[in-house]
Every structure is written in structure tokens, then in C-alpha cells.
């Protein structure tokens, strides 16, 4: 059973306000990353962290910021929500090049 | 650059019938290989993975898949579908040891009764 957790599971919102999506691992895992689905496409990796004060961007541009000041929480950031932001983002996490595991995702809707 | 191709973007099969998932990627070396379900609503499991060894892997929930180096592909498979794994399929690589999964875009499993 996985041990991550994400919250809001729905937002809906309107342009121009800032979010953030929270996300936490119970186990421990040194890696997480945040991903970008749309229906029929593939997962597209937006942020990811290899430890504490680790941050990088991923291959897909994005306009959210990460933060990861504690090993078992990892919030993405919208500072100004706009319609091309509505998505599913989806939180894992991993140790070391094990299993990743996933929270239920983070439906946004902006309006 | 590594890619995974699903080239299935549905399938439809009757349930008890049996499932072969294709997917292909596109990397120099023998990557390691996943293959992920997502039910509804639902964040993405991990069925089974291939890092080395034994080409033929078994996963959970009765599926199976085969890695062939010759066609770069490494397709799912399971002998009789139920209801229940009515879902999307993720087929995923990870290469050069930098800990990011390719993704392929998917293909969703569709049981007929």
C-alpha cells in the first residue's frame, strides 16, 4: 500500500490565483517528482527532487515552482493560474531506483 | 532520445479472452522496463519491471510480460482478462541510470462482457 498523499483532489479556480498542490510521503523515499497528465497522452515530468534541497526542472516547461525543505513533503506551486494550467498532476516517489509510487493526483480546473 | 511507443491507443476485448499490450522504445542499451495500470480516478500501480536477467517477468494481478532486445519491445501480457482490469496501461523506460521514466502516452483496456 503507498504511503503518498495529495491534496486537493479537485480544485477549480479562476485565472490570475495562486495554488499550491501538497503532496507527502510517509516512506522515507529520497526521490519525488511531480508529472503533468492530460487524457491520452503521456506522463510528462515537470519537477523533480533527488533529496532535501533538491530541486530540478523537468523536460516539460512549466510555470510552477517545488520546494523540498523536508524529505517527506514536496508542494508545487502556481503563482498565477491561467486556463493552460488545467490538468492532472501527479505526485511519486521512490528510493533510490526502486518501485515509483504514486498519490491519486491533483484534478485542477482553471477557469 | 529515449521514447516509448504504445501503439494501441484502445483495445477492446471480451472478458476471458486473452490481452497482449504492445509496447517499443527507442534507447542504445537494455533500459529498465515497467509496465504501470491506472484505474479510474486512480493514481498509476506498478504491474511488474524488467532490470536484468530472465526475459520473462511476472507481475501482479496475473499479468506477465516478455523483453525482446531484438525488437526492442517489451509487450504485456495476460491469458484471461477480467472485468476488473478494465483500466490504462503505461508502459515506461528508465535509462543512464538518472532515475526519470519515459513514458509511453498509454493505452486504455476496454472488457467486453
Known amino acids: 500500500e503507498a504511503d503518498i498523499y495529495q491534496t486537493p483532489r479537485y480544485l477549480v479556480i479562476g485565472t490570475g490565483k495562486k495554488i499550491t498542490l501538497e503532496c507527502s510521503q510517509t516512506m522515507g523515499h529520497d526521490k519525488m517528482y511531480w508529472y503533468q497528465q492530460d487524457p491520452g497522452m503521456e506522463l510528462h515530468l515537470i519537477h523533480y527532487s533527488y533529496g532535501v534541497n533538491s530541486t530540478e526542472k523537468g523536460d516539460l516547461s512549466s510555470e510552477s515552482t517545488v520546494s523540498r525543505i523536508r524529505t517527506e513533503h514536496f508542494p508545487l506551486t502556481l503563482e498565477s493560474a491561467r486556463p493552460s494550467h488545467t490538468s492532472q498532476y501527479l505526485c511519486a516517489s521512490r528510493w533510490g531506483a526502486g518501485e515509483l509510487f504514486f498519490g491519486e493526483g491533483s484534478r485542477l480546473t482553471v477557469l | 532520445a529515449q521514447s516509448v511507443t504504445q501503439p494501441d491507443i484502445h483495445i477492446t476485448v471480451s472478458e476471458g479472452a486473452s490481452l497482449e499490450l504492445r509496447c517499443n522504445y527507442s534507447y542504445g542499451a537494455t533500459p529498465y522496463l515497467f509496465w504501470y495500470v491506472q484505474s479510474p480516478g486512480q493514481g498509476l500501480q506498478l504491474l511488474l519491471k524488467?532490470?536484468?536477467?530472465d526475459t520473462l517477468v511476472q507481475g501482479i494481478k496475473g499479468f506477465e510480460a516478455e523483453f525482446k532486445r531484438s525488437q526492442s519491445s517489451f509487450n504485456l501480457r495476460k491469458p484471461s482478462v477480467h472485468w476488473s482490469d478494465a483500466a490504462e496501461y503505461f508502459c515506461?523506460?528508465?535509462?543512464?541510470?538518472?532515475?526519470?521514466?519515459?513514458w509511453g502516452a498509454g493505452t486504455k483496456l476496454i472488457i467486453k462482457p
Open positions: 515506461a523506460v528508465e535509462a543512464d541510470s538518472n532515475y526519470q521514466l519515459i
Open positions: 524488467y532490470f536484468s536477467g
